[in-house]
């Protein structure tokens, strides 16, 4: 914490994790204890005064990020020394583990009526031209775009629009220290890179098939220049906006709170790894969503998730691009 700096957690006693219920509960109760307590005094009344200031910037979603970027990864009252990696970055999100369910039912829901309907309209084509030549690339690229679409909408319903409280709650902040945040993007993206391919080397020596990710980018989707930009502008664009914010802004915040880092994380990955709808990237992608997830953590920035996450996808693109083993 820097100098000079007041720890409002400390001043309301509660953890720097508490939820937005915690801290109002935390306020009722000094309220109580300074304003009707047997021992009112001039300093009970000054406490108070700290007290209300510090639920004036604690219970707002984007005034606490902005504290919590400017007081530092230290740990308040009751909070474990050390802890690894700290969550404080997503403290202040408003919304609960339900609001979470919610959203990926809602996801779910909308995503299998949008693939329903993209069936539809090329059962329609089908019908209409004898064939479906050109049309099932089309098709597939409106499907990803719209699939990623969803994401970000519903991040958005259950975050911003619901508790109004702004983009820096959902981690749109620039990051504190611009060394540190270079430093930690590189090496997340170094380590996605190691994972991926020390599983790949795993699978393969013990010659598991059914775990065999095969090709991260079907090498027949990049037919014509057009589709080669296409799937370059999803892949590298695209799917780190939206996907970041859904599955760490969003779910990892929402969760974290509940459950710390590790739980937040776990199922965080569990449900980005699920919606590859791959058997064998599940594992691997799993453990790149545990890797964003800590990187989100640390840096309190989801720039830096989606930055990582782009230049990941980009290095897969370039690779099917220079027809390179990746």
Same mark, same amino acid.
């Given at each position: 914490?820097?100098?000079g700096t007041?720890?409002?957690?400390?001043?309301?006693?509660?953890r720097?994790d508490a939820t937005?219920d915690?801290?109002r509960a935390?306020?009722e109760r =000094?309220a #109580?204890e300074?304003?009707l307590g047997?021992?009112k /005094?001039?300093?009970? *009344?000054n406490?108070?005064?700290? $007290?209300t200031r510090?639920y004036?910037?604690?219970?707002d979603a984007?005034?606490?990020?902005?504290?919590d970027?400017?007081?530092?990864?230290?740990?308040?009252v009751g909070?474990?020394?050390?802890?690894?990696?700290?969550v404080?970055?997503?403290?202040?999100a408003?919304w609960t583990?339900?609001?979470?369910v919610?959203g990926?039912?809602l996801?779910v829901?909308?995503?299998?009526g949008?693939?329903?309907a993209?069936?539809?309209? =090329?059962v #329609?084509?089908?019908?209409?031209?004898g064939?479906? /030549?050109?049309?099932? *690339?089309g098709l597939f690229?409106? $499907?990803?775009?719209?699939g990623e679409?969803?994401?970000?909408v519903?991040?958005?319903?259950?975050?911003?629009?619901?508790?109004h409280?702004?983009?820096?709650?959902?981690?749109f902040?620039?990051p504190a220290?611009a060394?540190?945040a270079?430093?930690?993007?590189?090496?997340?993206?170094?380590a996605?890179?190691v994972?991926s391919?020390?599983?790949?080397a795993v699978v393969?020596a013990?010659?598991?098939?059914?775990?065999?990710?095969?090709p991260?980018i079907?090498p027949?989707?990049?037919?014509t220049?057009?589709?080669?930009?296409l799937f370059?502008?999803? $892949?590298v664009?695209v799917?780190?906006?939206a996907?970041?914010?859904?599955?760490?802004g969003?779910?990892?915040?929402?969760?974290?709170r509940r459950?710390?880092?590790?739980g937040?994380?776990i199922i965080?990955?569990a449900?980005?790894?699920?919606?590859h709808?791959?058997?064998?990237?599940?594992?691997p992608?799993?453990?790149?969503?545990?890797?964003l997830a800590?990187?989100?953590a640390r840096?309190?920035?989801?720039?830096?998730?989606?930055?990582?996450h782009?230049?990941?996808?980009?290095l897969a693109?370039?690779?099917?691009?220079l027809?390179?083993p990746?």
């Amino acid at each position: 914490m820097s100098m000079g700096t007041q720890d409002f957690y400390r001043l309301l006693e509660v953890r720097r994790d508490a939820t937005a219920d915690e801290i109002r509960a935390a306020y009722e109760r =000094l309220a #109580l204890e300074y304003q009707l307590g047997p021992n009112k /005094t001039l300093d009970a *009344d000054n406490r108070f005064k700290e $007290a209300t200031r510090a639920y004036e910037i604690l219970s707002d979603a984007e005034k606490r990020a902005l504290y919590d970027d400017l007081i530092g990864p230290e740990t308040a009252v009751g909070s474990k020394q050390g802890a690894t990696p700290s969550v404080t970055g997503v403290a202040g999100a408003p919304w609960t583990p339900g609001d979470v369910v919610k959203g990926v039912l809602l996801l779910v829901a909308l995503e299998l009526g949008a693939a329903t309907a993209l069936g539809l309209v =090329l059962v #329609l084509v089908m019908a209409l031209r004898g064939d479906s /030549t050109g049309a099932n *690339d089309g098709l597939f690229f409106a $499907a990803l775009q719209i699939g990623e679409l969803i994401m970000f909408v519903v991040a958005w319903r259950f975050t911003v629009l619901k508790y109004h409280s702004g983009w820096g709650s959902l981690g749109f902040r620039v990051p504190a220290a611009a060394a540190s945040a270079i430093k930690w993007t590189a090496i997340t993206v170094v380590a996605m890179i190691v994972v991926s391919g020390v599983y790949g080397a795993v699978v393969t020596a013990l010659r598991l098939n059914a775990l065999d990710p095969g090709p991260t980018i079907p090498p027949n989707l990049f037919k014509t220049q057009s589709s080669v930009a296409l799937f370059a502008l999803l $892949a590298v664009v695209v799917a780190p906006f939206a996907e970041e914010t859904f599955f760490r802004g969003f779910v990892f915040s929402g969760l974290s709170r509940r459950f710390g880092f590790w739980g937040g994380a776990i199922i965080s990955a569990a449900l980005f790894a699920a919606a590859h709808a791959s058997l064998g990237a599940l594992i691997p992608i799993f453990l790149l969503g545990l890797l964003l997830a800590a990187l989100y953590a640390r840096t309190r920035s989801l720039w830096l998730p989606m930055t990582a996450h782009a230049l990941y996808n980009g290095l897969a693109v370039l690779a099917v691009v220079l027809n390179l083993p990746y």
